[in-house]
């Protein structure tokens, strides 16, 4: 073929490899990666990393479009039964999303959410307090909804005793894993999780905005899920012969709606490869629980650290910093939340520790989230860390 003249662009056109970009829509690629079945090799792989069938998960979407499918099909609330129990302070997005579902269901939201706040001079919930109000509204209660990990502090919360304690009450319960995915190993077909919706840009590195993941434990297969269908999540048998009626994938992969962005799922299926040749979750977290566990003693060594109960003393004293992540490393994942006292402070060392090359995540109004990557941070990175917090605080003082 001496030239490819492309004239079917309402069904795809040109990119700047303008044969194989055109023609790889229909035919074999040379690596074995066609487009229509490319999610097809990152399906496994998720299903690993969560803990899961290759069924119960899908590659699609984005976070908080996928949370709000899955609530949808599983928040059906009635006049007895009809609240969502989440942690306060849950990631924004996560907040609107209830909010907002509650309002299509013509409900108050202040009403409806109910939101489970620490103890007063706490920064992270017990799971005693958790188990006690599913206990007690258990029978108002249609959605437990959780972070895995919770974005500000850090705490890995008890998923399999949540999702139990929910059960036995008769919710659902799902899960937000946005900082959970790649980052704790996770059993969700084992702990029974009704739902579960993911991102993949933190511990999966695949860039902001990349495609997303959503998990429907496979004992939901016998029930006409209600879903918001879509060509994607039709039977990929007879899905190119464009028949009238849906007729769904089985298991999560039939939420499905759009055939997802190749260039987004390439970045993906890179991470995740190499996390299969890590060994995935059983080694990546034991190295994770020695990085994070040597960067935590090294801080503590600091003159500038607190111990978390004397944090409220200090708001109005001389610089310093405190962890409110939880110590029990079984509570926490790669992260720790670093608060700063007086407020303000933050700022300063957040400014200094760039301009040392220092890369750490500000969350207002007095957080620092550092958290060493097992599949490329070392020991010398959480020396230089802590070493470069204290210089920072040394030029804080000196100013």
Not at 325 to 342: E, I, M, V, W, Y
Request: a negative charge.
């Amino acid at each position: 073929m001496g030239y490819l003249v492309n004239i079917h662009s309402p069904c795809q056109s040109s990119l700047v490899i303008s044969k194989s970009a055109v023609m790889g829509h229909f035919s074999a690629h040379p690596n074995g990666r066609g487009w229509v079945d490319f999610c097809d090799h990152i399906t496994p792989l998720f299903a690993d990393i969560v803990g899961a069938k290759e069924k119960e998960v899908a590659c699609m979407g984005t976070l908080t479009a996928n949370l709000h499918l899955m609530m949808d099909s599983f928040y059906k609330p009635t006049p007895e039964r009809f609240k969502i129990l989440c942690e306060a302070h849950a990631f924004p997005s996560d907040q609107y999303a209830f909010a907002s579902q509650a309002l299509a269901h013509g409900l108050d939201p202040a009403k409806t959410v109910l939101e489970l706040s620490p103890r007063p001079g706490e920064y992270t919930l017990r799971e005693q307090d958790i188990l006690d109000v599913i206990a007690r509204e258990g029978s108002s209660i249609a959605l437990v909804i959780f972070s895995g990990v919770q974005y500000y502090t850090g705490q890995w919360f008890p998923m399999q005793a949540i999702t139990r304690a929910a059960q036995e009450q008769g919710c659902i319960c799902g899960w937000d894993l946005a900082h959970a995915v790649g980052n704790v190993p996770l059993s969700l077909h084992d702990w029974g999780v009704d739902f579960a919706v993911w991102c993949t840009y933190k511990y999966l590195n695949a860039g902001p905005g990349s495609i997303a993941g959503l998990y429907v434990h496979e004992k939901w297969k016998e029930t006409e899920l209600p879903k918001f269908a879509g060509w994607w999540g039709h039977d990929p048998a007879t899905r190119f012969a464009m028949p009238p009626k849906f007729s769904p994938i089985e298991g999560a992969q039939g939420f499905q709606q759009s055939n997802p962005s190749i260039l987004a799922a390439a970045s993906l299926l890179g991470s995740l490869q190499v996390f299969k040749e890590a060994g995935m979750m059983e080694p990546l977290r034991e190295r994770s629980l020695q990085l994070t566990g040597a960067l935590e003693k090294l801080l503590k060594q600091s003159k500038y650290f607190v111990p978390v109960e004397k944090a409220v003393e200090r708001q109005s004293a001389k610089p310093a910093f405190t962890i409110i992540t939880p110590a029990d490393p079984q509570s926490r994942g790669a992260q720790l939340s670093l608060l700063f006292l007086p407020i303000g402070v933050m700022q300063h060392i957040h400014e200094a520790l760039t301009s040392f090359g220092v890369i750490g995540d500000e969350r207002n109004p007095s957080v620092i989230r550092l958290a060493p990557a097992p599949l490329f941070n070392t020991l010398k990175d959480c020396e230089q860390g802590a070493l470069l917090l204290e210089r920072a605080f040394d030029s804080l003082a000196s100013n």
